[in-house]
């Protein structure tokens, strides 16, 4: 008799557990209901971006919201905000100029910007007459098979604000182009450009004729480098022509990446000598009439050839280029820095790239290979030599960033981790330390604005605030004098911020990953002028969004914090098990987990509506903007680092939520998150299920040099006899394919000349050649962010986790009509 309870008991239980794990249906509906064409209708502005003006503290912006747009300006000295026009009014002026109807709630303008006079604007309203396009013979000539010589007349106007008169520009000044290849002087003197891998320049006078007809016979150029070629080019290198195009575009003018001196008689750039590097290529299957090749140089980790770094210096005083000396390390990079383009001429139509610097000196960076020791550096022009001002030294990799030119050039700010934590110094030009501006266990990101005459530097950091999600960013001053720290724009939320160029304003957007966003005006010193905005989700919440929420676990040595996000279904059910997703990215720029509300929601917030709990987590290695242990703990293990606590985090969510089920736990990640999903079946594969793994870098030794060689370390050995080598080992995905046991999707774009395809290829090969079953995509045509079928990817990847997570065997239709009911059908 007790034989029979037994058997009965142990019957109800593998009922029960039957009953837990039973298939479920994907909720397909749910997720296409907040499809990226349907989002864009239901998500407006979620932020206000200052237009600052250069005569007063006023800016101008636009925000958009269920009624419409609006266009307003601020005025802080009076703490005023008031339209810039009348929309229906304006809309009736528009129509009875350009003979289309328009109306006030729908009022489409673009390229709007303010005079110099500051109190008229002028804008472009597109029309739909239909005249000839002015460069319509110079597509026919490209393109004989070219039919659409027409397009939509645009009218250019004029609107004073004050007396609200509206004036059609008739016959506005020809717009200068905005030619690719032509790099401007500040003066607009000169425009310097490359040819057949050779630097020329023009005066403005044939620029101009360029401008009206680029193939002018008698423009007049003026060649100044003869020893140019291919892979030592002076000007023009990039990827993405394949070899039809290459050829094709081989005569034309293209941009040369040089900086201007502030006097526009000099001009600086780098030359890579890369003629010794190794080819890469990619195929263009869908080329038509036939497949083409893409052809490109791609220094890959551990690799002898690498390109060679030149610094060059030219002066049209002297008519004089010279190569400058500056050889320090080998195999070393140089990193060039212009000057900040001021808030106030965002809107201007050029905008000049000018050196860090003045006249007698420009600042630049050498680091070596290793990137343990980069030393920040000035030229003296006059003077002809390499001046140090500061050397960084670490036995880990060293991130800098720009430094800023204060005082006439007799001081610099330096941001550096020397203390493990990234903060401010005060330096003077000659590399004299006055002191460290900032410090303590927290980071600063970036410079604001630096006020010199009040000596106030104005900064952003993140994870000084006590009880608040260290990412979580705000606004900071301190005295170059030296002195206390002062928080401007407190709140537990991450907050953005635009100042203004004379430091006495800021625009602070700021929200949560679950709060509405909103904007406020404050002055320097921390007071709210008024509040702008808060954005308008009605039609979002209507749709039945919910808020995701932020929570935090422990790393697993148990006393690291990791925050994350976990997103639920909409038609959450308590009751029920759900299976568990993670969306990673391993760093180490980001962790891929969102601090503020976002409009991007396809990999998480969607996801998760098919019936899946989806999370998003941190882990030690993986963010910039933490400590400097923090950020280098993957180094040397560029692998596995993460991994340990993408499994503990799970663990952890599953003991606090019963609604959890951890025995049906899936990941996807794309590019770094694709090689972390696929290393996560293979190094946990009792754990991790389902995968889905988008562009991977699954081997790390034929991903480019400088990222691969960053993160995980290259070991520079140098002989009794003084030669220089680069030793690179590092651990690959396919090297321990033998241990998959769940299910998992590779997928990869066929052109991808970031993360090659040969990288998910060689997985599959691995695979294969180990005898496992898995499923393999390649999305033709297309690049490492899958371009226009990033829709197609995203319901492969939600029919993929609702089969193998939540049980559905049930084929969905051939056609994805979740797709197709967005697109009209017009034929």
Known sequence: MKKVYLLFFCWLAIGAVQAQISPTEGNYELAARFSPEKLKKMIFSTSVDAHWLKKSDRFWYEYETTEGK??????????????????????????????????????DISNLKFLEDENTIEFKVKSTQEVLKKDWEEIKA???????????????????????????????????????????????????????????????????KAVKDEKDSTIVEHQLTTDGEKDYTYGGWGRGEDNVEEEKNKDKRKRASILWSDNSKQFILTRSDAREVKDLWVIHNTRDPRPTLET??????????????????????????????????????????????????????????????????????ITSRDLKRID???WNIKEGKKEIIVEERSNTYIDISKPEIINNGTE????????????????????????????????????????????????????????????????????LNGGAVTLLNPGDYNHSVSMNDRATFFVNNFSRVNTVPASALYDNMGRKVMDLETADLSSLFAAGYQFPQPYKVKADDGITDLFGVMYLPFDFDSTKKYPIIQYVYPGPQTEAVNKSFGRSMDRIDRLAQFGFVVVTIGNRGGHPARSKWYHNYGYGNLRDYGLADKKAAVEQLADRHAFIDKSRVGIHGHSGGGFMSTAAMLVYPDFFKVAVSSAGNHENNIYNRWWSEKHHGVKEVVSPKGDTTFVYQIERNPDIAKNLKGRLLLVTGDVDNNVHPANTIRMANALIKANKRFDFIILP???????????????????????????????????MLEIQREIPKTK
């Open 70 to 107: 609006n266009w307003y300006i601020v005025n802080p000295a009076t703490k005023s905000k008031a339209k810039l026009f009348d929309n229906d009014k304006l809309a009736a002026e528009i129509t009875k100029v350009v003979r289309d109807p328009f109306d006030g709630q729908h009022l």
């Open 142 to 208: 490209k393109n004989r098979n070219a039919k659409d010589s027409l397009e939509k007349k645009t009218f250019v106007f004029r609107y004073n604000i004050n007396s609200q008169l509206l004036t059609e520009i008739t016959d506005p000044e020809e717009e200068a182009k905005r030619l690719s290849w032509a790099n401007i002087s500040p003066d607009s003197s000169k425009v310097v450009f490359a040819r057949h891998h050779n630097l020329y320049w023009m005066d403005k006078e044939n620029f101009l």
């Open 412 to 479: 610099m700010i330096h941001w550096s981790e020397r203390d493990g934590w990234g903060h401010f110094y005060l330096y003077g030009t000659d590399g004299t330390l006055k002191r460290q501006l900032t410090s303590g266990p927290y980071h600063t990101e970036s410079v604001a604005r630096v006020d010199e005459r009040a000596r106030m530097l104005y900064f952003v950091a993140n994870g000084r605030e006590k009880g608040e999600d260290p990412y979580y960013e705000h606004l900071y001053k301190v005295s």
């Open 376 to 378: 920040i550096c000035r």
């Open 781 to 815: 045509s297309q690049r490492h962010g899958f371009g226009d079928m990033t829709e197609y990817f995203f319901w492969r990847m939600g029919d993929y986790f609702v089969q193998h997570l939540l049980g559905d065997n049930t084929p969905p239709p051939v056609d």
């Open 296 to 365: 490109y140089k791609y220094a890959m980790p551990g690799e002898k050839e690498q390109p060679i770094a030149e610094l060059y210096h030219y002066s049209f005083d002297t008519e004089k280029l010279s190569n400058l000396d500056v050889n320090t390390f080998k195999d070393q990079t140089i990193g060039l820095w212009s000057k900040d383009i001021p808030a106030s001429n965002r809107d201007d139509d050029f905008k000049p790239v000018k050196w860090l610097g003045d006249n007698d000196y420009f600042y630049f960076s």
